[in-house]
């Protein structure tokens, strides 16, 4: 079985990875049943997510070819080359399926493909914005997506789900120590770019402000892991210096390399997903959409801080922390109990560790078995 992956973007790369985790260790041995090849942007191989050296002999298993591709509408269109260049290396290497690892977003080049693929190629799809799931249900033999949830709600055949987990993370000792006694700041940890429209900024601004007394008694601090040099980012960075409440945050002045952010978030004692009903498309993450918070607290073993109206979804009840986000008492109260108790922070961890659809084993066989289903 020939099988192609594809990223023309420069991003997504983490979901990438662990698709090819799953399958790397069959595709290496003797038996030859599987054959893996990547078409991917240049671009993610200069961010060095996409580690090649971590997999022994990566030439000879696994055959890799790099595109460039142009996001100016002007100009993109002279580069679209690539979509041939795609097409013959399919049928040159007698691909069986393509997993296309990004179908809704700039996904123009791959709507272009997909019409002049031949039918005996499988095309298996990455949705990452499900509420779309009506325009692309019809154009690919399965759809994957992110979470066991947002495949409940879709309830459709040929729709399942894998969680890309970073195991190279996951499966890292860590040491968890909540004790305000010792010199080590609690750090609350919010991933992702700095825009208004996806998290509620505003809401852990006015939380510290309010309660200057109890951050400082208890080493709390919010790490903002994105570049704060973005309209909202530069708004929030000269309200935090006015108040003079600098020490309660870190921020970032600069673009953050992949390892420097993977190891910020493991260095955190907790992760916040700050998505409340002030924030655009807060219904779509309640049911068909999957905030990237989710999966690189769950690749690390990291607890979430999450709105109440989270809480009804099993997805998530065993794994966080909830709060009122109508309130600051709510999450002031939380925290307390974590402070004062000092497994809950443990509990949380072990359920995630624990936790049978996240284990690396269950994940691969999982995906073999939808791979197999269109092999036959």
């Known amino acids: 079985m020939n099988i192609l992956f594809i990223e023309y973007n420069f991003f997504h790369d983490e979901v990438l990875i662990p698709q090819i985790d799953f399958l790397y260790k069959i595709a290496s041995s003797d038996n030859g049943k599987i054959n893996l090849f990547i078409i991917m942007n240049k671009d993610i191989k200069k961010k060095g997510t996409l580690d090649l050296s971590q997999y022994p002999n990566f030439i000879d298993n696994i055959e890799y070819k790099l595109v460039k591709k142009r996001y100016n509408k002007l100009t993109r269109f002279l580069n679209y080359i690539y979509i041939l260049d795609t097409f013959f290396y399919i049928l040159f290497h007698k691909i069986d399926i393509v ?34 799931i009506e325009k692309y249900k019809n154009k690919y033999d399965y759809i994957l997506v992110l979470s066991k949830l947002i495949a409940k709600n879709i309830n459709m055949d040929k729709v399942d789900y894998v969680y890309p987990l970073l195991y190279k993370y996951k499966n890292m000792k860590q040491t968890i120590i909540v004790d305000t006694k010792i010199n080590k700041k609690f750090k609350i940890c919010i991933p992702g770019n700095i825009e208004k429209d996806r998290r509620d900024y505003q ?28 309209p909202e980012g530069l708004r ?8 003079n409440i600098s020490i309660f945050f870190q921020l970032f002045d600069y673009l953050i390399e992949y390892k420097q952010y993977m190891d910020v978030i493991c260095d955190s004692d907790i ?35 999450m709105d109440i109206a989270f809480k009804e979804h099993e997805e998530f009840k065993n794994f966080c922390f909830f709060y009122d986000s109508k309130n600051h008492a709510s999450l002031k109260n939380i925290l307390l109990m974590i402070f004062e108790n000092k497994n809950s922070l443990q509990e ?4 995630i560790k624990n ?10 066989e999982k995906y073999l078995t939808i791979l197999k289903k269109l092999s036959t």
Do not use: R, W
């Open 99 to 132: 997993v296309f690892n990004t179908i809704d977003v700039y996904n123009e080049d791959i709507e272009i493909l997909l019409k002049i693929l031949p039918s005996k190629v499988k095309k298996i799809g990455i949705l990452h914005n499900a509420n779309l």
């Open 203 to 230: 809401y852990v601004i006015d939380f510290v402000i309010n309660n200057q007394e109890f951050c400082k008694l208890h080493q709390i601090q919010f790490v903002f892991l994105g570049n704060i040099n973005t």
């Open 236 to 243: 929030l960075k000269k309200q935090i210096i006015k108040q």
């Open 271 to 305: 992760l916040m997903l700050l998505i409340h009903k002030t924030v655009k498309n807060f219904h779509f993450y309640k049911t068909v959409k999957v905030s990237a918070t989710f999966n690189m607290a769950f690749s690390c073993n990291k607890p979430m801080l």
């Open 348 to 351: 949380k961890i072990n359920y």
């Open 355 to 364: 936790e049978k659809k996240f284990l690396f084993k269950n994940q691969q």
